[in-house]
Nanobody
Framework: QVQLVESGGGLVQAGGSLRLSCESS????????MCWYRQDPGKQRELVAK???????NYATSVKGRSTISRDNAKNTVYLKMNSLKPEDTAVYYC?????????WGPGTQVTVSS
């Protein structure tokens, strides 16, 4: 059973930074794409950032230039560093992988940005 566990969320003031981590219970070496999504109550879950094995990254327009996604295959962990946080970044952040033809989500970590 694959488990993803996010950490690093919390309450931060606008303009601050956070680094989210997602640790996988299985090796991520062979997992091509690892993603971060977020969801605010009443809104659809949206893709925030994606990283593939060759290092290529993609970001949502709303976080581009303020965020960096990275992965450490040796630690089976993917990170999301977010800078210049805004109140509209407030959401539950989820880690996602597609592995062995199945989708896996972590339980999420809450990020709250106060103005």
């Amino acid at each position: 059973q694959v488990q993803l566990v996010e950490s690093g969320g919390g309450l931060v003031q606008a303009g601050g930074s956070l680094r989210l981590s997602c640790e996988s219970s299985v090796s991520i070496f062979s997992i091509n794409a690892m993603c971060w999504y977020r969801q605010d109550p009443g809104k659809q879950r949206e893709l925030v950032a994606k990283i593939v094995n060759n290092g290529r990254t993609n970001y949502a327009t709303s976080v581009k230039g303020r965020s960096t996604i990275s992965r450490d295959n040796a630690k089976n962990t993917v990170y999301l560093k977010m800078n210049s946080l805004k109140p509209e970044d407030t959401a539950v952040y989820y880690c996602y992988i597609f592995y062995n033809l199945m989708s896996y989500w972590g339980p999420g970590t809450q990020v709250t940005v106060s103005s």
